[in-house]
């Protein structure tokens, strides 16, 4: 490995830090519930979120076409100031300001990823990305231990302040890479309508590459699994069961703290048995663990919810180093951020669908329908998942 790689990862690493400074990660909910109660912050979300997944796409091909550094930097740059304006305060601001959160997230997503994938050209049959996105799993966890604690406590000060600290932390995730310079893209002198036409292009071929077989059996996985991990970690759900589960704002801060602490662990240890572990056992632990923490939430089990909030924790930060090395691997370079974003996309697309519905399930007491309904989908999904992968194998030895 190269000293200039060294230093790449280095700076991925601060990165990862930088930008999971989540602050509001505990009490966010707690802010908006001064303005409108859940079904009102499930409409929200649900507008919110359904903006900036109408942009996820573009944003990948957008990326691809005109750098992965400026989007991604422009990303951040409007994700936190947009965050730090939200502590003005009343349901219209906070709307709008969340919509250009929404947004901005949207044009950084798969961008930062894509760049230092490409920047660092890792040998496509090393485990180097994956034990990258491993370490920068433990410092976005580390950013996010100390975050959740500090949130909580700023909290009690001044909820305003909360935003506008987080706000600052993603627009100095825009400096640290700054000065990272995208490979060149030719673009030539094209006509409005063929770079249009090819603008549209990219986005079809990001589409397309999720038909190959090798990408295919994934889907359900990521719509379900990791669509779960983002309802919980970047939605409602999350402060919901801590609610349900009768934490207060600052006592959910700590179980926050704690799970992100054991996160931290379960990823080192990952990161020492990297080379070794297997894809089909991490994802068959993954969803039946996820699918039997909905099924524990529905009883009125108190402060043992805490390892339903463990499960998903700690469930989220595993499965993103072995799908983005799946990811990664399989697209197309010049279509990787495009790729990368459709992936985004299948993640944030339930959280559009689901937030007016568990708002209101969540304000007529009625949560536990989703949380079965929910569990019997991971199930699903992942044996679609198991027989499929179980077939390919078969097929793959039949042809030696």
Known sequence: MTDGQKKLQRRWLVYQFTTNLWFTSAVWLYFYRLFMNDAGVGILDASAFGIGLLAEIPSGALADKFGRGRIARLGLILAGSALALQAVGGFMPIFFFQILT?????????ADEALFFSKLKFREDSKHWRRLMIRGGQAALVASLIATLLGGLLYGISPQAVFIVNGIALVVGAVMIWNIKDEKISRGRQKIL?????YGSNIAEGFRA????????YIPLIITI??????????LLRIVLLDRFHFSPFAGSV?????AVVSIVVLHFLHAKSETLREKKILTVLALSAASGLLLSVFNIGW??????LIFYVGEHVMYPFLSE?????????????VLSVASFFKEMPYVVLAPIIGWLSSVGRLDIFLVVWAILITLAWAYYFVKKKRNTIVKIDAL
Do not use: D, H, W
Request: hydrophobic share 45%; charged share 15%.
């Open 326 to 338: 799946i990811l990664n691997k399989n697209a197309p370079e010049k279509q990787r951020s495009t």
């Open 255 to 259: 179980v926050i703290t704690i799970c």
């Open 226 to 235: 990791q669509g779960l991990f983002y309802t919980v970690g970047m939605g």
């Open 102 to 110: 929404s947004i901005g997230y949207a044009l950084t997503s798969g």
């Open 194 to 198: 063929a770079s249009v036409k090819e």
């Open 210 to 217: 999720f038909a190959s077989p090798k990408l295919r059996l």
């Open 304 to 309: 043992f919810g805490f390892v339903v909030i």
